[in-house]
C-alpha cells in the first residue's frame, strides 16, 4: 500500500463519530457502574425491577408467569412480549446486574445511533456530532438509567434505527424493527403510529409508513382489546383509572380529550407539566428547527401528562423513553436544515446545543457531579443486609422489604412487605390476598413509617415469627417448624468452629450480641436456619 493510499485511509476517519462512540462508552460505563452499585447498596426497589426480574426468572424457568412481586400474571399488568425471548438469553447469566447491564447498554446505543441517522438526514458531522451527544446529555437518558430495567428501553434504539433504515431505503429492515419494538409494551403504539403517518407524509414513503401506522393501531388493539382483558384477572384493563376524569376505557378517553377541555386544558398549562416538556425537548435545541418532526411525540405526551399517575410527567421515570426517540428523530432532521447556513450560524447552533444539554445534564440529571446526584451512600448495615439475605433458603416463601426483594425475585413466591397480611400495591384493590401462612421469612426494615412497623411488630409480638437476625435497621424472622417451640441457630464460638445453639422463641439475636459487630454475624445461624427451615 503506498503512502498516499494510507493517508487518503486516515483522512477517513470520522472523528466526529469517534467521539460520539468515546461519549457512548463512557455514558455506558459510568452508568453501568453506579447502577450496579446502587442496586447492591440495596437501593433498587421492588417496583419496577423486582416485577420484570421474576417474570423473567420464571419464563426461563417454564412456569407460569405469575408475579407474586405484584399480584398479577406478568401478562396482565403489561403487554411486554419481548420478555419471553430474553428470559431464554436471561437464563445464559441470571443476575439483576445482567440486566442493569443491559438496560444501560442500549440506552448507551442511543448515541452513536443519533449520530448516524443525522449523517443520513443530511447533518453534517459536526451538527450530527452534536445531535448525538445531546442525546447522551439528556437528563432522561441518564434518569432511565438509574431507574433500572424496564422492557421499553428497546424501543428507543429500535425506532431511532428504523428511522435510519429507511433513510437507507432499507424499508423492510426498519418494519421489521418497528414489529419487534411493538412486543415491548401496549402503548409502543402511541410512538410508531405518529411515526409511521409522518414517515408517509414527509418520507414520501406512503406504503411503508402507513404499513407501520396500521402494525401500531393493531398491536394497539390487540392488547387493549384482547390481550390484556384475557390476562387480567378482572378481564378489564387494569390502569385505566388513570384516565377516569376523562372517560372509561379507551374510547370513552379518547372522546373526553375533545369534550372536557375542563379536565384538559388545566392540564396542558400547568407548570409542573409545562416544565417536564421542557426538559425534554430543550436539551436538544435542534429538534425546534423540525416542528413536524415533533408532531410525533403528541400522543405519548398527551397520555403523559393527562395521566392521574404523577410518575408519567416526571422525567425521572421510563415514560419518557418515547417522547426522546421523537425528540432525537427532530433534532437529526433539523441539523439537516442547518446544511448551506453560514459558517457563524452553524457555530452558533453548536454553542448554543452544547450549553443547553450541558447546563441540564449538570442541573437536573443524575450526574454524580451535578446538582441532583441522588446516587446510594455506602451504608454501615450493608453487610448486616447481605448476612440476614443469606440465611434465607432459595426456594422459601418470603416477604420482604422494597428494597431487599430484588435480591430476592428469583423464587416462586416473594411479597413487598407487609404483603400478605396487609394489601399494598398487590393486584387488584377487589382481589383476595394470598394466604399468609404459606411465608417462612419475613425481612423488613425497622426504621420505617408507623403502618409498616404495626404489622412487624404483631407478627414478632404473637410468636407466629421469630427473629434470627436483628440490627439497628433490619430484622429477619423465621417461621418455627410446626410443634416447635424454639428456633435453632448456628453460633460461632472462640475456636472459630461451628456450634449448635437454642434460643427461646422470644428472644432476639442482635448484629451487636456477645460483642460481635454486624458483619461477624454474618456467619450465624445460616447452615441450621437452612436446613431446619419448612
Not at 97 to 114: D, H, K, N, T, Y
Not at 146 to 157: A, N
Request: proline share 6%; aromatic share 10%.
Amino acid at each position: 500500500m503506498s503512502f498516499s493510499e494510507v493517508t487518503t485511509r486516515r483522512r477517513r476517519v470520522d472523528g466526529a463519530g469517534l467521539v460520539v462512540w468515546i461519549a457512548g462508552a463512557v455514558f455506558f460505563g459510568l452508568y453501568a457502574y453506579l447502577t450496579v452499585r446502587q442496586y447492591r447498596r440495596f437501593h433498587v426497589t421492588a417496583f419496577d425491577f423486582a416485577i420484570f426480574d421474576q417474570g423473567l426468572w420464571l419464563l426461563g424457568e417454564l412456569e407460569t408467569p405469575f408475579v407474586t412481586v405484584r399480584g398479577l400474571h406478568l401478562f396482565a399488568d403489561h403487554s411486554s412480549y419481548v420478555l419471553v425471548p430474553l428470559a431464554f438469553v436471561y437464563r445464559l447469566w441470571p443476575r439483576a446486574e445482567a440486566l442493569i447491564v443491559l438496560s444501560v447498554a442500549l440506552l448507551a446505543l442511543g448515541g452513536p445511533l443519533s449520530y448516524w441517522v443525522s449523517r443520513r438526514a443530511g447533518a453534517s458531522r459536526l451538527l450530527a456530532a452534536v445531535v448525538g451527544l445531546g442525546y447522551l446529555l439528556t437528563p432522561a437518558v441518564a434518569w432511565n438509567a438509574r431507574d433500572g430495567f424496564h422492557p421499553e428501553i428497546i424501543v428507543l434504539p429500535l425506532v431511532i434505527a428504523a428511522f435510519g433504515l429507511l433513510l437507507r431505503d432499507r424499508d423492510a429492515w426498519a418494519i421489521g424493527a418497528v414489529v419487534v419494538a411493538l412486543t415491548a409494551k401496549e402503548d409502543v403504539a402511541l410512538l410508531v403510529v405518529p411515526f409511521g403517518l409522518w414517515v408517509a407524509w414527509q418520507l414520501g414513503k406512503r406504503r411503508t409508513g402507513l404499513a407501520i401506522a396500521g402494525l401500531g393501531f393493531g398491536a394497539m388493539a390487540l392488547s387493549f382489546f384482547v390481550l390484556l382483558p384475557h390476562f387480567s384477572p378482572t378481564g378489564e384493563l387494569l390502569y385505566s383509572e388513570r384516565y377516569a376524569q376523562l372517560g372509561d376505557g379507551p374510547a370513552g378517553v379518547a372522546i373526553g380529550l375533545l369534550t372536557r377541555p375542563g379536565v384538559v386544558l388545566p392540564a396542558l398549562t400547568d407548570p409542573w407539566r409545562v416544565g417536564y416538556v421542557a426538559a425534554l425537548v430543550l436539551p436538544m435545541p435542534l429538534c425546534l428547527l423540525a416542528p413536524r418532526a415533533l408532531l410525533i411525540a403528541v400522543p405519548t405526551v398527551l397520555a403523559n401528562v393527562l395521566s392521574a399517575h404523577v410518575y408519567q410527567y416526571d422525567i425521572r421515570y421510563h415514560y419518557t423513553l418515547y417522547i426522546v426517540a421523537a425528540v432525537v428523530i427532530a433534532a437529526a432532521v433539523g441539523a439537516s436544515r442547518m446544511t448551506g447556513r453560514s459558517e457563524s450560524t452553524v457555530r452558533r447552533a453548536v454553542g448554543l446545543s452544547l450549553v443547553a444539554a450541558i447546563c441540564f445534564q449538570l442541573t437536573i440529571a443524575p450526574n454524580p457531579l451535578g446538582l441532583s446526584r441522588r446516587w446510594a451512600i455506602e451504608n454501615r448495615e450493608n453487610a448486616g443486609i447481605e448476612a440476614a439475605l443469606s440465611m434465607i433458603p432459595d426456594d422459601a416463601v418470603v416477604s420482604a422489604w422494597t428494597t431487599f426483594v430484588p435480591h430476592l425475585s428469583h423464587r416462586k413466591t416473594v411479597y413487598v412487605f407487609p404483603n400478605p397480611w396487609r394489601r399494598h400495591n398487590y393486584g387488584p384493590l377487589d382481589a383476595e390476598m394470598p394466604e399468609p401462612g404459606a411465608v417462612r421469612w419475613v425481612i423488613a426494615r425497622t426504621d420505617v413509617d408507623p403502618e409498616y412497623l404495626e404489622v412487624l411488630d404483631q407478627l414478632r409480638d404473637s410468636g407466629e415469627f421469630v427473629p434470627v437476625y436483628e440490627s439497628e435497621e433490619v430484622v429477619l424472622m423465621r417461621r418455627p417448624s410446626a410443634g416447635s417451640s424454639q428456633s435453632s441457630t448456628a453460633s460461632t464460638n472462640s475456636s472459630g468452629t461451628s456450634s449448635i445453639g437454642t434460643w427461646p422463641t422470644s428472644s432476639k439475636i442482635t448484629a451487636s450480641q456477645s460483642g460481635r459487630s454486624s458483619s461477624a454475624h454474618r456467619a450465624e445461624s445460616i447452615e441450621t436456619s437452612r436446613s431446619s427451615a419448612p
